[in-house]
């Protein structure tokens, strides 16, 4: 008998088959008036975006969710104060579910939901839209970052605002994705520190692509994208150090310019632009502030990391010992500092 020759899927162990974003999104559905206020939510931030609306974006929220729990306390502190700064600041909550990884490490809630490596993304992809269900029926939109190509068939019409990270804005893939989302993506400065990358990715989502992935059946198919025109730039700063001072502001606007793009800006104060310390956020939001005041219209917006409670921790293989409210990933501010700094910068304007 000849032996069966085997040259595919060697290192394969097994290929499961996963619930459809169809399946996923009957069992798991919007109703009709959630549809309207994630429509408004994108408007509001478009208009922003376009200096439209005077208001700046608030970007708020957890490195990462790996405890729905803790996610929604904090989601409805979020909220109480969405609604009494509304006429300042348009606040959206940080919702991320899926983190990028240099070389190992916890890949997110969906990727690995009991965070002990079972990685069960099925579980995953359900937790993560039943707490995305929940934190829109409080009213408050929800910001999060696109990594993976397949999971925002699942998770993105409750997606209001997204962000390509530093590590894939340079990826043709994620800039194609990017194309064809139904809302508006800033896609942050490479991790050297320029923008040359950023502006890069901006010019090729506003153009259309064609490409593989899935339709709403699980099915492989061509995907061909209109192009997204509400493309924007995030500064997070990079090895050479921040990147939110004047002079640099100044130029990437020139830049962005130059290039027929956006000039609206928002800055991330965490990563480099707080030298990867958490507890220099509120000095970077204070700096920018200060830039806005003194009549730079170009920064629109801030991103915070932020948590019931700061600091951060590793994962234990005993989940018991996990403190409730701390992150596992970047540390963050807590709510104390985060309110305290939020109405500060809200106060610090008068329109």
């Known amino acids: 008998m000849n032996k069966k020759i085997i040259i595919e899927n060697i290192n394969i162990k097994e290929i499961v088959p996963l619930i459809s974003p169809q399946e996923l999104k009957i069992k798991l559905s919007l109703n009709d008036k959630q549809k309207e206020e994630i429509i408004i939510s994108r408007k509001i931030i478009k208009n922003i975006l376009a200096g439209l609306d005077p208001r700046k974006l608030a970007m708020i929220g957890p490195c990462s969710i790996h405890d729905p729990k803790a996610a929604i306390e904090y989601a409805k502190l979020l909220n109480n104060l969405h609604l009494r700064l509304q006429d300042k600041l348009y606040i959206v909550m940080r919702v991320y579910f899926e983190k990028p990884r240099t070389v190992i490490g916890w890949k997110g809630l969906i990727n690995d939901p009991d965070l002990n490596d079972s990685r069960d993304i099925s579980k995953g992809l359900h937790i993560a839209r039943q707490l995305l ?126 290039n027929n793009l956006n000039t609206s800006i928002i800055v991330d104060c ?82």
């Open 133 to 258: 269900l929940d934190i829109t029926h409080l009213g408050l939109p929800i910001a999060t970052e696109m990594l993976d190509p397949i999971s925002p068939q699942y998770t993105s019409d409750l997606i209001s605002w997204a962000s390509i990270g530093a590590r894939t804005t340079e990826s043709q893939t994620h800039r194609e994705l990017a194309s064809g989302v139904s809302m508006p993506v800033g896609f942050k400065n490479g991790t050297e520190g320029g923008i040359d990358i950023a502006i890069g990715a901006m010019q090729a989502s506003k153009n259309p692509h064609s490409f593989l992935g899935i339709d709403e059946n699980g099915q492989t198919s061509i995907v061909r994208t209109k192009g997204n025109p509400d493309g924007h730039l995030i500064l997070r700063g990079g090895r050479k150090g921040p990147n939110y001072d004047t002079e640099t502001i100044k130029t990437s606007i020139e830049t962005l310019k130059k």
């Open 270 to 351: 965490s990563h480099s632009n707080s030298n990867k310390d958490f507890s220099r956020q509120p000095e970077v939001l204070t700096d920018i502030g200060l830039q806005r005041k003194n009549g730079n219209q170009h920064i629109v917006g801030f991103m915070l990391e932020s948590c019931l409670n700061e600091g951060n921790q590793k994962i234990s293989s005993n989940l018991s010992e996990l403190a409730y409210g701390v992150s596992v990933t970047d540390a963050c501010i807590g709510w104390q500092t985060t309110e305290r700094i939020i109405k500060s910068y809200a106060d610090s304007f008068t329109g």
